[in-house]
């Protein structure tokens, strides 16, 4: 291995994030706070300048446009959309800031399926609560064990044809939980204030020195090779790009990979929207089955449903409305809603995450190859999900309502995705022969000054979105760094 001469080294930090992200916007504002000399890597362009601009249509969808040769990846079935946003902010470019603290059912849950919790969930506490306030989470007290109350901006009263879901369905239906700056939802640049980004520049391997870290070699938009000289580095290209950079530092081969399962219906009611200042537009249906008192169904798991609307049903637009053969003048008069489920496949070892040593993009790097095998508890869990989304949309707008499904629960779109070493494996050193290599708080062991703080590793949370729960440990990763600089 040759190593850099530190006289080429152009920038120098003292600790370099690589990813502009969720996650490494996030550790990068705390570092920032704290003083240290911090440096962000990002892939992408920068985004347009709109700190003040409109919220995205719910219909908004991310890019799915094939990766490109340097960006390729594999699946397995064929044909899986891995949602990738490679510019400034990552996936909060394009998410919908759902923000849900994780319950013990989620601890339960994750230790039947062979990828226990690390830690217990309170350790997570103080880290949740800082997140939800930085991230401007709104949302009220509502005293549910299954989506614990949070550090959230509120009161919120939700809109009253949602507020009515409630009686209809007999269950909780509680205001969205939303990351929210202004109109719309928090994006990892809205952290970034003051911080040193280089955006256009992709790191494609961590330089060690002896027994620590010399810095990142990485590759500006030009194609020119750049080394950022820093004692310190933290990974936060999301789990798979991390998992990446860390083959070269003794990785595991092959990572047991847990991505959700997503229906999602659009519904349109056939009556306007009532307008209702100030009301919120968004609800959760908490968790809906194999809880405590709750329906028992015989898989492991249970599931979500959020609903956003009521939206005049002009919002989707002449283009959308043409691709559903819907009239213009029928939508002009017609209610919106959208009713998604949201849930995981269970983590097994045959879903996994590899690299093709023999297939290499553009950047000479090995391309992941993710197995999404459905198991019967996927399909099991699936099946309820539609039925339930379409039990929602029959008392949001009753039999004459037309719905028009948008995902099916196939596991194959992924918005979300974590890594693990289960399952029954040695999540964190507890259980398997050879210790994690990383340790509870996101160091790398057998690197000094290397850590990790995306959703590699991130706690199982099946039945909710992930976000908050990797924010949260993500900013643990950076009180961590910060004790060792100390
Ligand atoms: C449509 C959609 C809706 C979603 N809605 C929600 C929601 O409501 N609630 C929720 O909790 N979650 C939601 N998610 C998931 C959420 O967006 C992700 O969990 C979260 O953004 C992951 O954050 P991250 O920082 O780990 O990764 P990312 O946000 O993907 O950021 C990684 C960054 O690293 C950069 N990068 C990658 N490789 C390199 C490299 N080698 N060098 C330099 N930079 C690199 C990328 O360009 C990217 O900017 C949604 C996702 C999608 C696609």
């Not at 989707?316 to 008069?333: F, K, N, T, V």
Request: hydrophobic fraction near 45%; glycine fraction near 10%; include cysteine.
């Amino acid at each position: 291995m040759t190593y850099p001469d530190p006289s080429a080294t152009d920038l120098h930090a003292d600790v370099v994030v690589v990813g502009g992200g969720a996650a490494g916007s996030l550790v990068a504002s705390l570092l920032h706070e704290a003083r240290a000399k911090v440096l962000v890597v990002e892939a992408g362009p920068a985004p347009p300048d709109d700190a003040h601009g409109a919220p995205a249509s719910p219909l908004a969808l991310p890019d799915d446009a094939p990766p490109d040769e340097a960006w390729r990846f594999r699946s397995e079935p064929e044909g899986a959309r891995w949602f990738r946003e490679r510019v400034l902010g990552g996936r909060t470019r394009v998410w919908g800031g759902w923000c849900f603290r994780a319950s013990e059912q989620n601890v339960v849950d994750a230790a039947l399926l062979g990828v226990p919790w690390p830690l217990p969930l309170r350790a997570l506490d103080p880290y949740y609560a800082r997140v939800e306030r930085r991230l401007r989470v709104i949302g009220n007290r509502d005293g549910l064990d299954v989506v614990p109350d949070g550090e959230c901006e509120g009161p919120v009263t939700l809109h009253p044809n949602l507020a009515a879901l409630s009686t209809a369905l007999e269950l909780p239906v509680i205001a969205g939980r939303i990351a929210s700056v202004g109109q719309r939802p928090w994006r990892g640049t809205d952290a970034l204030d003051g911080v040193d980004v280089r955006t256009g520049t992709t790191a494609l391997r961590v330089v060690p020195r002896g027994r620590g870290i010399a810095g990142v070699e990485c590759l500006g938009a030009g194609g020119e090779r750049r080394f950022v000289g820093a004692p310190r580095v933290v990974l936060a290209a999301s789990a798979i790009e991390t998992a990446r950079l860390l083959r070269e530092h003794g990785d595991r081969a092959s990572l047991t990979l847990t991505s959700p399962l997503i229906a999602s219906y659009m519904v349109l009611v056939d009556a306007p929207v009532a307008g209702v200042a100030g009301a919120s537009r968004a609800a959760l249906v908490p968790r809906f089955v194999n809880t405590p008192g709750g329906v028992e169904r015989p898989y492991v798991g249970g599931f979500s449903v959020e609903v956003q609307g009521p939206h005049a049903a002009s919002i989707i637009g002449a283009r959308a409305a043409s691709m559903l053969e819907l009239r213009e003048e029928d939508l002009a008069r017609m209610t919106l809603y959208l009713v998604s489920a949201f849930g995981s496949m269970s983590p097994s070892r045959d879903r996994a995450l590899r690299f093709d040593l023999d297939d290499r993009d553009a950047h000479g790097r090995p391309v992941p190859v993710l197995s999404l095998p459905t198991t019967e508890n996927d399909r099991a869990l699936g099946d309820e999900m539609k039925a339930t989304c379409l039990a929602i949309a029959e008392a949001l707008g009753g039999s004459s309502a037309v719905v028009i499904p948008l995902a099916a629960p196939d596991g194959l779109s992924i918005g979300s995705e974590s890594l693990h070493e289960g399952p029954l494996g040695a999540f964190q050193g507890a259980f398997g022969a050879r210790p994690s290599p990383l340790d509870l708080d996101g160091r790398w062991r057998d690197l000094p000054g290397l850590y990790v703080a995306d959703a590699r590793h991130v706690p199982f949370v099946g039945d909710r979105h992930p976000t908050l729960t990797l924010l949260a440990s993500a900013a643990r990763t950076a009180d961590a760094l910060l004790r060792d600089r100390a």
